[in-house]
């Protein structure tokens, strides 16, 4: 058993309440490799951002429970040797299972999210207090969620989604326990998140859903999951170097930092974070042609990545300053 304490970590509970204070949100960034991690921290530092650096089952078997953990105390001890002080949480993102979310805890991790959201109200409700009460004795923070949100990334797919019930949301928080809860109000996962025609704007995110969901339950954690943007300058340097995203769009940046304003203390990005990394190397490779040292490709796509995440603290979802 390895305590998150050790690595230097947190859990979620005192940034949420900050960041519902505070009118802002947390960035939680989905990392795979060394490079995405370093941009995080780094731009996490440099504007002095609390973060959530959030890892799914995919990315745990891909880059190994082991190193994932050594991964993060070196994360952490790069903050301190720096003489920074923001606090960092290490989060298991659409865990599917109790076991999965207690193996998560048992290495290190210190917030786990456990999405029963495909369940039944009351299966999801049992799953989620059976994790809940087993992360608490471990002063672990348990995320989960109500509504279903459609799209692909990693394993999470769903062919269509549904709104958060909010008359269902009192009920879930007072049975289960839940640190957090991720609702859906009309994002979704993966870089094609609408199918618009030609001319066709992106329909705004159902603020009357969260405006209900906050009088039921004034002053909780509030999640949104799938909130990239689909920066159109990535998907662009895609295309231009070989690539093939037709239609990728996704949720507008103001309507993101508006929702930052109500209870959402965490907005998830991890496809803005795909799309700048792959949108830079292709670039390099493609100007660069005799180019093969690894470095060279993804040292670019790292400093795109950072300053990509520091647009994000600091004008999307605010939490700039507010370590």
Known sequence: MYSYKELGLVNTREMYAKAIDGKYAVPGYNFNN???LQAIITAGMETDSPLVLQVSKGARDYANQILLRHMARGAMEIVKEGGSNI???????????????????E???????ID????SFEENAALTKKVVDYAHQHDVTVE??????AGIEDEVSHEKSHYTRPEEVEEFVTKTGVDSLAISIGTSHGAYKFKLE??????PLRFDILE????????????????????PEYVDIINKYGGNL???VGVPEEQLRRAARYAVCKINIDSDGRLAMTAKIRETLANKPAEFDPRKYLGPARDELIRMYRHKNENVVGSAGKA
Do not use: T, W
Not at 144 to 149: D, F, I
Not at 219 to 229: E, Q, Y
């Open 212 to 231: 209900e969901v906050e009088k039921r339950i004034p002053g909780f954690a509030i999640v949104l999951h799938g909130s990239s943007s689909v920066v």
């Open 144 to 149: 989960g969620e109500l509504g279903v949100l």
């Open 198 to 203: 030609p001319g066709e704007e992106v329909p």
């Open 116 to 119: 029963g959201s495909a369940l």
């Open 34 to 36: 060394m490079e995405q």
């Open 87 to 105: 606090p960092v949480a290490l989060h298991l993102d659409h865990g599917d299972s109790y076991e999965l979310c207690v193996s998560c805890i």
């Open 246 to 248: 037709e239609n990728a």
């Open 107 to 113: 290495s290190g991790f210190s917030s786990v999210m």
